[in-house]
């Protein structure tokens, strides 16, 4: 919720956001400055020219004015009453085509110009060669256009470097590695296209190597700008743009060191397709409408490319209008992926799906060093009849090597508690699995026969651990997988969409969603492992065998008393 404007704000908070959005200001606190520096700042950037359009215009007439904003909050921010600097880092996110690494090549010239400190160093980081080359060539370009700075900064082609003359502080265009920074205390870094590092494994490592140089005693500041993902923002992306809105709503503490600047709808309006689908909403967003983007290019390419398919489209909309992606839709996604964020109920967990269900049914789906163990639970409410859904996965860590292109979306569900990465599957996993089915056993809500369901390839480890504590072969279900989980994988989503079947809101869970692809075979619809590709579906798989058994109606030994859940609210979902 906003927060009220009578109360003391936290510092770089700004309620108003959305307001100063449609008002066509910078969505960003209002930061006191230095004037002089300030002053400045635009003299020297307003000069700098734009090496890649024509006739070279200057910055001045060419810059949109949301970029000074940020240029002066970032270069010039001061405490009034102790002089020292407040904006130590910054995150700005803005769509495509809004002259981002352009602006940001200028900005790094102005801060080395501005750099006193002798012999320090700058960087310019980009996520990949071509977006790094991009940076310094619009660099070094800005500085051959203009005779009077080629006598102030010394290029250095062959090094991506360069440097003041009369200081010695160099800018060096880099590429995104995890060795960049080592031993390095860059006084400022600029990392260009954030997004991306949210998909390489190690980007945390750097971050905290970057920042260590905010603690010493001359500082170091971060720049960070991006466009929104085109996928799910994942890793170092996600930890930063959530600081980021916690920050802009007031909820991350009372001096923070970040000023987010987020061009983007609130989360509402980015889940109603027909309000970012108007195109005269697409304004709100486009702070170079104008100048770097021209509508008419923007709508052609739209119409051309944006919306051929809702994959197109969502990828497009991330792009240039920052709609973030919740879930990854595909033209051949799982229908539930649609209806799943709806039925969400993150209130819930398994503590209350035990409390309030009649029969629970376990479903499990393994596989191997590179794959994930999926463990769902899925109750029946005793009451509503809703079915009631709870997840959880294993790995073993090795799949952080084996599949190091998801490693950053693994480390995140590690972290949120969904996903539990193990040295041994079935040293460690196996028992918590027998554990979980224990525990509903002994509550009596497992049905006399086929509370478990398993693809019988690849788990008979568990199978023998579960006989092992007491469970019986009756107890365990074959689920048949391929074309003969079709009922599964058809029933789900019209329980999801009709509220007949609810789920924790795991982050897990929606991740899984979203990697789910199909595939027809003849009238059948299958969700298969090698449809999804190195994206991982096991938890969702699981889900599916568990539905299977619970679309045999299952009936619990006892039935269960359903007078604690009659005028109790707490207990209902």
């Not at 195109?279 to 170079?288: C, E, G, I, K, Q």
């Not at 489209?313 to 920052?322: P, R, T, V």
């Not at 999926?374 to 084996?402: F, P, S």
């Not at 279900?477 to 074309?483: D, K, L, R, V, W």
Request: aromatic fraction near 6%.
């Amino acid at each position: 919720m906003p927060l009220d404007h009578t109360e003391d704000l936290p510092r770089f908070a700004c309620p108003d956001w959305w307001s100063k959005i449609k008002a066509g200001q910078t969505p960003m606190a209002d930061v006191p400055v230095n004037e002089e520096k300030a002053r400045k700042a635009l003299a020297f950037f307003n000069r700098l020219r734009l090496p890649d359009v024509a006739g070279n215009p200057l910055m001045r007439d060419a810059c949109g004015e949301w970029f000074r904003d940020v240029l002066v909050a970032f270069l010039a921010s001061e405490c009034p009453e102790t002089k020292d600097r407040l904006v130590w880092e910054l995150l700005c996110m803005v769509p495509k085509k809004n002259s981002k690494s352009t602006y940001v090549a200028a900005l790094a010239l102005t801060a080395l110009y501005m750099e006193d400190t002798p012999n320090a160093q700058m960087l310019l980081i980009g996520p990949s060669q071509n977006i790094s080359a991009r940076c310094f060539d619009q660099a070094q370009a800005m500085i051959r256009l203009d005779p009077q700075l080629v006598k102030v900064f010394h290029i250095q082609d062959h090094l991506k470097r360069i440097s003041r003359y009369s200081t010695g502080t160099s800018l060096d265009v880099k590429t995104f590695d995890t060795k960049i920074v080592t031993g390095e205390i860059p006084i400022l870094t600029i990392i260009d296209e954030l997004h991306e590092l949210g998909k390489k494994a190690g980007a945390l490592q750097v971050m905290q190597q970057i920042r260590g140089g905010s603690i010493t005693t001359t500082g170091g500041q971060l720049l960070m700008i991006t466009t929104q993902s085109d996928k799910e923002p994942t890793g170092i992306w996600r930890a930063e743009l959530e600081k980021a809105r916690a920050i802009r709503d007031g909820k991350a503490g009372a001096q923070p060191i970040m000023l987010p600047v987020l061009y983007e709808f609130p989360e509402a309006l980015q889940k109603k397709e027909s309000f970012w689908r108007k195109r005269s909403n697409w304004d709100f967003v486009l702070p170079n409408l104008g100048k770097s983007v021209s509508r008419k290019r923007l709508e052609q390419d739209y119409e051309n490319n944006g919306s051929t398919s809702p994959e197109a489209e969502q990828i497009w909309a991330s792009q240039h209008l920052n709609i973030q992606i919740g879930l990854g839709l595909h033209s051949n996604r799982w229908v539930g992926a649609d209806y799943w964020t709806r039925a969400a109920r993150p209130e819930m967990d398994l503590d209350h799906l035990l409390a309030v269900c009649e029969v629970v049914v376990a479903g499990v789906d393994g596989g191997g060093l590179d794959d994930l163990l999926g463990l769902a639970v899925t109750g029946r409410h005793a009451e509503t009849k809703q079915w009631l859904h709870w997840g959880r996965a294993w790995a073993d860590r090795d799949v952080l090597k084996l599949r190091k292109s998801i490693a950053p979306e693994l480390l995140d569900l590690e972290q949120a508690g969904d996903l539990v990465l193990v040295d041994n599957i079935e040293d460690e996993a196996n028992p918590e699995i027998v554990d979980l089915c224990c525990r509903i056993r002994d509550a009596g809500l497992f049905p006399e026969q086929n509370g478990i369901g398993m693809d019988p390839e690849g788990v008979g480890s568990i199978i023998d651990a579960l006989v092992d504590a007491g469970f019986c072969i009756e107890d365990i279900a074959s689920i048949s997988q391929g074309y003969k989980l079709n009922a599964a994988i058809k029933t789900a989503p019209v329980k999801l969409k009709n509220g007949t079947m609810l789920h924790c809101g795991q982050q897990l869970m929606s991740w899984c969603v979203g990697n789910a692809k199909t595939e027809s075979r003849g009238n059948a619809v299958i969700v298969t492992k090698a449809q999804s590709g190195t994206a991982k579906i096991d938890p969702l798989m699981a889900l599916f065998n568990t539905v299977m058994l619970m679309s045999w109606n299952p009936q619990a030994p006892v039935k269960k008393d359903l007078s604690q859940f009659l005028n109790n609210p707490v207990m209902n979902v």
